[in-house]
């Protein structure tokens, strides 16, 4: 089991930067693939970034790949998601998610989430 617990977020301007943190418990924090998600209202939820188990490996969606970085802290058992040059379309809610295994871009392949936080970018 993994407990997820966002924080972060807020409202910020086209073009800042933020950052998203995910605290997770549970022993084997190293067993799971990581990745956020968001969900724009009437929307479904997109993958936005995810980063494999031990090897690190990380993959973004197309719209914000070379502005949004992952990574994990295995020893602190934290994932993040800093995220710059923010654009209006960006805003959303942003969710942290794990599961174990291998990585995938498909929410529905994720067993656990975190609470959620909105992330609203303003002209």
């Known amino acids: 089991q993994v407990q997820l617990v966002q924080s972060g977020g807020g409202v910020v301007q086209a073009g800042d930067s933020l950052r998203l943190s995910c605290a997770a418990s549970g022993s084997t924090f190293g067993s799971y693939s990581l990745g956020w998600f968001r969900q724009a209202p009437g929307k479904d939820r997109e993958f936005v970034a995810t980063i494999a188990l031990s090897t690190g490996t990380t993959r973004y969606r197309d719209s914000v790949k070379g502005r949004f970085t992952i990574s994990r802290d295995n020893a602190e058992k934290m994932l993040y998601l800093q995220m710059k040059s923010l654009k209006p379309e960006d805003t959303a809610v942003y969710y942290c998610?794990?599961?174990?295994?291998?990585?995938?871009?498909?929410?529905?392949?994720?067993?656990?989430w975190g609470q959620g936080t909105q992330v609203t970018v303003s002209q």
């Open positions: 998610a794990a599961r174990r295994g291998a990585y995938s871009f498909i929410p529905g392949m994720y067993d656990f």
